[in-house]
């Protein structure tokens, strides 16, 4: 998906660095056979620029898949209901 090579090179070292924290995360979960979503790109690239703290990453993505979460519950209920009609 990225591995967020345009900070490499950068000057600032905290985003250098915060970019290196977000290949590794992102470089184990592919270890694990697992896909990053467009979703957190978005909000890592958010963090690694400065615009956002982690606790706000933290919460961020909790919301969001919290969000999905009900999506899918209430999608749920919907087939069971028209099953029962």
Do not use: C
């Amino acid at each position: 998906m990225t591995n967020f090579e345009e900070y490499l090179q950068h000057p600032d070292p905290e985003k250098r660095e915060r970019a290196a924290n977000w290949r590794m995360a992102i470089g184990l979960q592919a270890v694990d056979g697992l896909k990053t979503s467009n979703y957190l790109v978005e909000i890592a690239r958010r963090q690694i620029e400065g615009e956002i703290t982690m606790d706000e990453v933290q919460e961020l993505i909790s919301a969001h898949y919290q969000a999905k979460k009900k999506q899918k519950s209430d999608a749920d209920k919907a087939v069971e209901t028209e099953k029962r009609l």
